[in-house]
């Protein structure tokens, strides 16, 4: 079986526009497309979410098409990349947004858009678990009605190290993760919209902090609960989005472990591409694709 690469576009997308980066990505070799919507912002003047549902959904439709052009599907979109911050006025620009997220993502064709958990970078590192599930499962509960109104899903994404506090996440420890998954994926209308994305560099990172496992291992615990993937490295300690092997994660395992659970979607890389400096971030890229490509030839050996 041909194992299919994808590629988030979001940082070809701030450089160049949305067309030239789905026109990269082709020429780079990659097949399916992460799409970065988490940037639009219906408060932003000028901004694609400040227009019509119509015109939403016209924009995303030309982009469909335009990407299927040049061989490309979208796979997934990133939505939301915060939940709840204990701010009225952000939190209800949030949940607004959220479902124009879901709106695009039926528009361009993907079937999954990716929102993150609730952050310990609000709640701070001493905040009790049972607050963030309490809010985890609150910002869930308010955006997976949009993915059944657009008959998609919304992935949650596994954490790691807090940016803000430089400890682990709640929701970066697998055990804790996998509760408030499987808590939200039994509402008897909701749950069947809701999946898993795993961020093998979050997971990796988090590493470092006590009751972590290893990313192999936390693929094999949630085994079919993931159905799209942010592939990326680092060192350990910090969330670099490198390339696969330019860091410490067990990429032999990882892979392994995608192979076992059944894991037939596409193997998708999130990555910083200007470790190198911007002038080379689609050499890097381009690379990336390459080196994923052959550990995947590798595992079909």
Known sequence: MNKKIGISTF????????????????????????????????????????????????????????????????????????????????????????????????????????????????????????????KNDAFFLSVLPFAKEFEIRIATETYGICGYTKTCETFGLIPEFIAAYDRLAAHKELGKHLTVCMDTGHTHNATQFPGAIPVGEAIRRLGKRIAVLHLHDNNGYADQHTMPMAGTADWQDILQALEETGFDGYYNLELSPTHFGPALAKEEAAFAIKIMRNLLDGMEK
């Open 11 to 134: 940082y070809f997308q701030k450089e160049l526009g949305d067309r030239q980066a789905l026109a990269l990505a082709a020429e780079i070799g990659a097949e399916g497309i992460d799409f970065n919507l988490c940037d639009y912002d219906d408060r932003r003047p000028g901004n694609l979410y400040t227009k019509s549902e119509e015109e939403i959904v016209a924009y995303c439709t030309a982009l469909r098409e335009y990407a299927a052009s040049l061989g490309l599907v979208f796979v997934q979109t990133h939505g939301r990349i915060t939940g709840y911050q204990s701010r009225q006025e952000e939190d209800e620009a949030l949940i607004r947004n959220a479902r124009l997220d879901c709106l695009a993502t039926r528009a361009l064709g993907a079937s999954v858009c990716v929102m993150h958990t609730v952050s310990n970078s609000v709640y701070g590192a001493d905040a009790p678990a049972a607050l963030m599930h309490e």
